[in-house]
């Protein structure tokens, strides 16, 4: 039996220069800061890549959901290497083949259709969180 689970972390994409690691970031922020803060946490890739130990420990300590912006699945790869568990995994790709009218463009900003492209994806996500929170969902393996 598990423990309820208190908080969800959410490591997006870095793929700086890229409009879809852009979405990534844009809606894992929005999942941390608005949609669902206290109830998630934002792990940066690069704390993982560089082996920092806090992050690590976060890793290891409460389920993730990874947002990949492209099929390297850079995110998902690093949380299982950290020694985390993914709760979900989302590629950004996966979610605009089902929402073609939003087309991201722009890496520093995006355009209108990135912009609402995350929006879609943050919602997507925060489904996913608030089943983990509430025991509705525990992956694929629970």
Sequence with gaps: MMDKIQKVIIVPCSGIGKPYGTVSREAAYEVTEDLRPGQTQLVPLALLVLGDEESRSVVEACPAVTIDGCKLACAAKMV?????????????????????????????????????????????????????????????NA
């Design 80 to 140: 299982q290497q950290s020694g985390g568990r993914i709760a979900q995994e989302f590629a950004v790709l996966d979610v605009y083949r089902s929402h073609k009218d939003l087309k991201p463009l722009g890496i520093a900003e995006l355009n209108e259709g990135g912009q609402k492209l995350a929006r879609v994806l943050a919602e997507e996500v925060t489904a996913v969180v608030d089943g983990l929170l509430t025991g509705k969902m525990g992956g694929e």
